[in-house]
């Protein structure tokens, strides 16, 4: 495995991997490694020939008050992890290397970026479908790993990748979760033991909410209303939101049918925490 700096040097490793004719399988990330990066990468050395993880805090999608600065760097504990999963290459750019001066470019997905997460953090997809173009230009992969935890962040680049004709095949992978059922997240370190405490019951709410909707309530209204209670009852979290929306659109439904998803947003003091279930109603 080699950690790769240099947007250059990538490229002429790149260069040889193509000539041979070797397929390449990409992992985004942002580093501080928990089992669901290792999943993404355990997907892609599955199906392909080269693996390529980046490592990347990405300052354009951290708004001004978020934790750009105390978010988690351990780039010698993740390459040991990625050395595990016998990831070929880290791509581990700097800041100054990925947005030089005057960089002016910015990739905006309207509406869906806007809404659920969006209304709270109002350029973070911005900042995020910027730096996945600009990783994909650079790495240049035949598919991309993404994560079923950041629903609303797949869909967008999805959309993306069919608005601007990017060559590159998406695989979304399930949520990698805690035994008490806590989505894995770089963020659950931020935690207060009574926090980390009261998180499970995001997730106890949503299956709960899901077993409602399979037994028969399809009313978006009141399922909801039952998953802020529980939460409430059950945790000092804050919600941000909850909402029932078609899976593949993020629009919001009244009555619950077809391929569709609980997503909310709770935050407990500074840390937010978001998780969703899917389910598929015929
Ligand atoms: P991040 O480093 O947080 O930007 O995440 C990098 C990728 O890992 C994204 O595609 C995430 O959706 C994915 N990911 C993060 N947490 C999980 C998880 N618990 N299960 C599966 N994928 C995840």
Redesign the pocket.
């Known amino acids: 495995m080699r950690t790769i700096k240099s947007i250059n040097s990538l490229k002429r490793e790149l260069k040889i991997i193509k000539s041979k004719n070797q397929t390449i399988g990409f992992?985004?990330?942002?580093?501080?490694?928990?089992?669901?990066?290792l999943?993404?990468m355990r997907n892609a050395r599955r199906d392909n020939d080269i693996v390529i993880v980046s490592?990347f805090v990405?300052p354009t999608q951290f708004g001004p008050k978020e934790d750009f600065e105390k978010y988690p760097r351990q780039i010698k504990i993740d390459e040991l992890f990625a050395k595990k999963e016998k990831v070929d290459i880290i791509f581990y750019p700097s800041a100054k290397e990925i947005y030089k001066d005057c960089h002016l470019t910015y990739v905006n997905v309207t509406n869906i970026s806007k809404v659920l997460c969006g209304r709270s953090r109002p350029n973070h997809f911005e900042g995020v479908t910027t730096i996945v173009s600009k990783l994909i230009n650079i790495t240049e992969p035949d598919v991309m790993?993404?994560?079923?935890?950041?629903a609303q962040?797949?869909v967008i680049i999805k959309t993306m990748v069919k608005d601007l004709n990017f060559n590159v095949a998406i695989k979304i992978?399930?949520?990698?979760?805690e035994k008490d059922g806590l989505?894995?997240?770089?963020?659950n370190s931020y935690l207060s033991q009574k926090h980390r405490q009261e998180a499970p019951c995001l997730y106890k709410s949503l299956k709960e909410a899901k077993k409602m909707i399979l037994a028969g309530n399809t009313n978006s209204k009141s399922i909801l209303s039952w998953v802020a209670s529980n939460i409430k009852n059950n945790s000092s979290g804050i919600i941000d939101y909850t909402e029932c929306i078609n899976a593949d659109t993020l629009m919001p439904i009244s009555r619950i049918k077809g391929r569709a998803m609980i997503a909310l947003a709770v935050k407990f003091r500074k840390t937010r925490l978001i998780d969703n279930i899917l389910f598929h109603l015929k």
């Open positions: 992992v985004p990330t942002m580093g501080a490694f928990h089992k669901g990066h999943s993404l490592i990405n790993y993404l994560g079923q935890k950041d962040q797949a992978c399930p949520i990698v979760r989505a894995m997240s770089s963020r």
